[in-house]
Nanobody, 119 residues
Framework: QVQLVESGGGLVQAGGSLTLSCAAS????????MGWFRQAPGKEREFVAH????????YVTDSVKGRFTISRDNAKNTVYLQMNSLKPEDTAVYYC????????????WGQGTQVTVSS
């Protein structure tokens, strides 16, 4: 079992920055990758960023490219999402997720943290 706890959400003005954190605990050794997703009101959850724990390869969705960065602190088993130049359309609940060995898709999820960007 993997437990994920997000933090760092909040209210920010357009053009501002926030950093989200996701601390993983439990069977850390089983994690192959971690990622961030978001869900805006009335919309489906969408992929934001992915980071392989095996290769450290990372990528983000096109709509946040150049503005968001995913990274991790191995010692803290924590993944971060640095969000710069925030836009009102970035407003959503952000979820951290983990993909474990033998899983075909993300199979552990955090509780979510609200990010609100005011115009």
């Amino acid at each position: 079992q993997v437990q994920l706890v997000e933090s760092g959400g909040g209210l920010v003005q357009a053009g501002g920055s926030l950093t989200l954190s996701c601390a993983a605990s439990g069977t850390i050794f089983s994690i192959n990758a971690m990622g961030w997703f978001r869900q805006a009101p009335g919309k489906e959850r969408e992929f934001v960023a992915h980071l392989s724990w095996r290769t450290d390869s990372a990528y983000v969705t096109d709509s946040v490219k150049g503005r968001f960065t995913i990274s991790r602190d191995n010692a803290k088993n924590t993944v971060y999402l640095q969000m710069n130049s925030l836009k009102p359309e970035d407003t959503a609940v952000y979820y951290c997720a983990a993909l474990t060995q033998s899983a075909l898709k993300y199979n552990y999820w955090g509780q979510g943290t609200q990010v609100t960007v005011s115009s």
